[in-house]
C-alpha cells in the first residue's frame, strides 16, 4: 500500500490550549483507519485538519505527497461525514445525495446514474424518491455516506458517524462500513469514542490521550501488547496486580502478589525491563475459572466469588484472591455442563505467564 496522508509535527493551538502536539502519522492508500481516545483528546481537532477545516499551528500535511497548507477543503481529496449526518429532511433521498454534486457540471441524467449507483453502494438502491423524513436512522446515515461517496474522494473522514444509532443497528452499519470499504477501495479515518468499535472495523487504531498519540498499532497488536498501561485501560478490560521485579536479564523474573513467582519474555514489558515495583496486567479472557477436577496447564491459585455477571453467552466473575488488593475479573464461556458459580463460592483459578504485560 502506498502512503497517502502524512503528518509530520502537527501541533494545533487554541489560544493556549494545545489540542495536538506533535502528531507523526502516516495512513496508507485504502487502509481503514481509525483515531480513538476519551472525549476531548483531539480526535475531531485532527479529523478536522487533514480535512483542512482547521489550520495547524506548526507541522505539515501532506496528502498524495501535495502540502496541504494551502489548499482549501473543497479542494482536498477528502470528504466528510458527520456525526449528526445532516440531511435535509424536505428532499427526497436521490435530491439529498445529487446535493454533493451540485457545483460538479453534470447534466442531469449523468447525475441521475451517478445518484442511483452511489445508492446501491449503500443499500439503497430504489429508495431515490423516497422522502428523506421517512427513513430510519440507519437509512439516514447511509444517505449521508451516499452524498459523501458520490463525489468519488480519496479519503472519506468519518467523525463518529454511527454514534446516534442504537446497538443493533450500530453493529450491523459497522459490518456495511467495512464491507463498503473494501468494495469502493477508499481510505476511511474514523473518529470514535468506542474502542469496541474501533477494533472491530479497524486495519489500524491511532489512540490518542490530551492531544498525544499514546499508541498506533493494528487491533490485535494493540489489545494484546498496550505500550503503556493507560492505553492498556483505554482498550478493553484488564486486570492489575502488583508485582516486584527480582531479576531480568534475558527474562525478567517477577514475585507477583498473590500468584507467586513468574518468568516473562523482555518483550512482555513494552516500557521497558526495571527493578522495583511494577504492576502486571492480564486479560479477564486469558484468566479462567478452574471447575471440578480441572487442572490448570500452568499456574492456578484459590479464590472466591465476589461478583456474577451472567450475559447469556458469557459469564464475568470477580473474584478475590489472597493478597491480591482488587478483585480480578475472569471472562467464562458458558458451555453445556458448565455450572455458573454463586457468590461466596470458594473455587481455583488459572493464569499463565504468557498472557502477563508488565507496566
Ligand atoms: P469528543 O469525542 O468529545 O468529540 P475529541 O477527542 O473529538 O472529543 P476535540 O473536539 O478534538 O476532541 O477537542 C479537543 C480539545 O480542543 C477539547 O478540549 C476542546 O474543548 C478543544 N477545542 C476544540 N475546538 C476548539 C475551538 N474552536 N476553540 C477552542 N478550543 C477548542
Excluded at 518468568?263 to 522495583?276: I, K, N, S
Aim: glycine share 8%.
Amino acid at each position: 500500500m502506498t502512503d497517502l496522508i502524512k503528518l509530520r509535527g502537527v501541533q494545533k493551538y487554541y489560544g493556549d490550549y494545545h489540542a495536538l502536539r506533535d502528531i507523526n502519522l502516516t495512513i496508507r492508500a485504502g487502509e481503514f483507519f481509525s483515531l480513538l481516545g476519551p472525549s476531548g483528546c483531539g480526535k475531531t481537532t485532527l479529523l478536522r485538519v487533514i480535512a483542512g477545516f482547521e489550520g495547524v499551528s506548526d507541522g505539515t500535511v501532506m496528502i498524495s505527497d501535495r502540502d496541504m497548507k494551502d489548499v482549501p477543503p473543497n479542494q482536498r481529496p477528502t470528504n466528510m461525514v458527520f456525526q449528526s449526518y445532516a440531511i435535509f429532511p424536505h428532499l427526497s433521498v436521490a435530491e439529498n445525495v445529487a446535493f454533493g454534486l451540485r457545483k460538479s457540471g453534470m447534466k442531469k441524467d449523468e447525475k441521475a446514474s451517478a445518484v442511483e449507483a452511489a445508492l446501491t453502494m449503500v443499500g439503497l438502491a430504489g429508495y431515490g424518491a423516497r422522502a428523506a423524513h421517512a427513513l430510519s436512522g440507519g437509512q439516514r446515515q447511509r444517505v449521508a455516506l451516499a452524498r459523501a461517496l458520490i463525489l468519488k474522494p480519496k479519503v472519506l473522514l468519518l467523525d463518529e458517524p454511527l454514534s446516534a444509532l442504537d446497538k443493533k443497528m450500530r453493529e450491523h452499519m459497522q459490518v456495511e462500513l467495512i464491507r463498503l470499504q473494501r468494495a469502493v477501495g477508499i481510505t476511511f479515518i474514523l473518529v470514535t469514542h468506542d474502542q469496541e468499535e474501533a477494533l472491530v472495523m479497524s486495519d489500524r487504531i491511532a489512540v490518542m490521550f490530551a492531544g498525544e498519540i499514546g499508541q498506533m498499532d493494528d487491533p490485535e497488536t494493540l489489545y494484546r501488547r498496550p505500550n503503556s498501561r493507560r492505553v492498556a485501560e483505554f482498550i478493553g478490560k484488564m486486570n492489575f496486580l502488583p508485582a516486584h521485579v527480582t531479576a531480568f536479564n534475558t527474562n525478567i523474573d517477577l514475585s507477583i502478589a498473590g500468584f507467586g513467582d513468574a518468568v516473562v519474555a523482555l518483550d512482555q514489558a513494552p516500557e521497558g525491563p526495571r527493578h522495583g515495583a511494577v504492576a502486571v496486567g492480564i486479560r479477564p479472557e486469558t484468566l479462567a475459572i478452574l471447575f471440578d477436577g480441572e487442572k490448570a496447564s500452568r499456574h492456578e491459585a484459590p479464590a472466591v466469588v465476589d461478583e456474577v455477571v451472567y450475559y447469556g453467552d458469557m459469564t464475568y466473575y470477580d473474584v478475590r484472591v489472597k493478597d491480591v488488593p482488587e478483585p480480578l475479573t475472569i471472562a467464562m464461556k458458558n458451555m453445556i455442563g458448565r455450572p455458573v458459580l454463586d457468590v461466596g463460592a470458594q473455587t481455583r483459578i488459572a493464569w499463565d505467564e504468557r498472557a502477563i504485560v508488565v507496566f
